[in-house]
Nanobody, 122 residues
Framework: EVQLQASGGGLVQAGGSLRLSCAAS????????IGWFRQAPGKEREGVSC????????YYADSVKGRFTISSDNAKKTVYLQMNSLKPEDTAVYYC???????????????WGNGTLVTVSS
C-alpha cells in the first residue's frame, strides 16, 4: 500500500519560514519522484516542486524559485520542502504526491497524500 503523509503546515508571518515533510512508503521504483503541490481556494492546483529518487534532479515552479528548497532523506523515505521568505500568496493547502517516473512530475502523479494547511499572514 502506497502511503504519503504530509505534515508541518501552520501559521507563519510573511517573510518567515516553514518546513514541510512528506513521509513516503509502499513503492520502490528506482526512477520515482515525489512532488509538492498546493491549492488555494478559487485557484488551480499548482505543482510547486519535484525531486527524483534516482538522481536528485529537482524542479521548481517559477513562483517559488529562490525561496523554496526540496530535499530528501532516503534512509527515512522522507521528502522535505523548506519554504523561506514566505508571502501571503503562498497560503494554500499543500499536498505531496508520488509519480512512478520522475519525468512525469509534476504533470502526472500516481498517488496523492493528505494536505497540510500553510497560512502566511501579512
Amino acid at each position: 500500500e502506497v502511503q504519503l503523509q504530509a505534515s508541518g503546515g501552520g501559521l507563519v508571518q510573511a517573510g518567515g519560514s516553514l518546513r514541510l515533510s512528506c513521509a513516503a512508503s509502499g513503492f520502490t521504483f528506482d526512477d520515482d519522484a515525489i512532488g509538492w503541490f498546493r491549492q488555494a481556494p478559487g485557484k488551480e492546483r499548482e505543482g510547486v516542486s519535484c525531486i527524483s529518487n534516482s538522481d536528485g534532479t529537482t524542479y521548481y515552479a517559477d513562483s517559488v524559485k529562490g525561496r523554496f528548497t526540496i530535499s530528501s532523506d532516503n534512509a527515512k523515505k522522507t521528502v522535505y520542502l523548506q519554504m523561506n521568505s514566505l508571502k501571503p500568496e503562498d497560503t494554500a493547502v499543500y499536498y505531496c504526491a508520488a509519480s512512478f517516473y520522475s519525468s512525469f512530475c509534476p504533470e502526472h502523479m500516481d498517488y496523492w497524500g493528505n494536505g497540510t494547511l500553510v497560512t502566511v499572514s501579512s
